[in-house]
């Protein structure tokens, strides 16, 4: 079966330390891979994508991801959290050739920032 | 610029009534999508439609239906058969060009039954 496992539902961290979003997926075919961001009340924004190439991708805001296709997973880092990434992060996995867009996405992490 | 515009951005109704929501894009995209959003369930699929006049069902059609006449237009209505309709629901669309199953989001509907 698809799927896509965001473990940890909430996550607090101090401002500045560093963050790590886990998501692990089962997919049966090569995998597009994707982290989005939701602030409250909003729609979701695109933060990187992966689907070949160097498994070491950088998106917007300072993130990134690394893929390790022996682990299935995708987990999204930053080195320096700010006040403002408060928000909910949702992986999702999808196939690379368009096949009705059907992304999956895992349940979401909420990530709150401490002062 | 381009993008994706639902409305309205709050909508309340009544028990069994009819309710419709507004999705626009300029982005020239060939597919839409209609995603349901419930605190700790993530994105679930309601409809989707690749092209003008087709549509398919996603994961939780029962109780919504949608229509595409027009290539930037992506309606969703909630009917009364639904028995739960109170959430967020979120409009998004995709093209071939941008890499295929990239989805570009909407600001979202909150619907609430009262």
């Known amino acids: 079966a698809q799927s896509v496992t965001q473990p940890d539902i909430h996550i607090t961290v101090s401002e500045g330390a560093s963050l790590e979003l886990r998501c692990n997926y089962s997919?049966?075919?090569?995998?597009?891979l994707f982290w989005y961001v939701q602030s409250p009340g909003q729609g979701l924004q695109l933060l990187l994508k992966y689907f070949s190439g160097d498994t070491l991708v950088q998106g917007i805001k300072g993130f990134e991801a690394e893929f390790k296709r022996s682990q299935s997973s995708f987990n999204l880092r930053k080195p320096s959290v700010h006040w403002s990434d408060a928000a909910e992060y949702f992986c999702?996995?999808?196939?690379?050739?368009?096949?009705?867009?059907?992304?999956?996405f895992g349940q979401g992490t909420e990530l709150s920032v401490k002062p | 610029d381009g993008g994706i515009t639902q409305s309205p951005k709050y909508l309340f109704r009544k028990e069994g009534q009819n309710v419709t929501l507004s999705c626009e894009q300029n982005l020239n995209h060939d597919a839409m999508y209609w995603y349901r959003q419930d605190p700790g369930q993530g994105l679930r699929l309601i409809y989707y439609?690749?092209?003008?006049?087709?549509?398919q069902k996603g994961d939780i059609a029962e109780g919504y239906s949608v229509s595409r006449e027009k290539k930037e237009s992506f309606p969703l209505t909630v009917t009364s058969a639904q028995k739960n309709p109170t959430a967020f629901y979120l409009c998004?669309?995709?093209?071939?060009?941008?890499?295929?199953?990239?989805?570009?989001f909407g600001e979202g509907s909150r619907l609430t039954v009262l």
């Open positions: 997919y049966g075919a090569t995998p597009y």
């Open positions: 998004a669309s995709s093209s071939p060009g941008t890499g295929g199953t990239e989805l570009f």
């Open positions: 999702a996995v999808g196939p690379i050739y368009n096949q009705g867009g059907k992304l999956i």
């Open positions: 439609s690749q092209i003008v006049n087709d549509f």
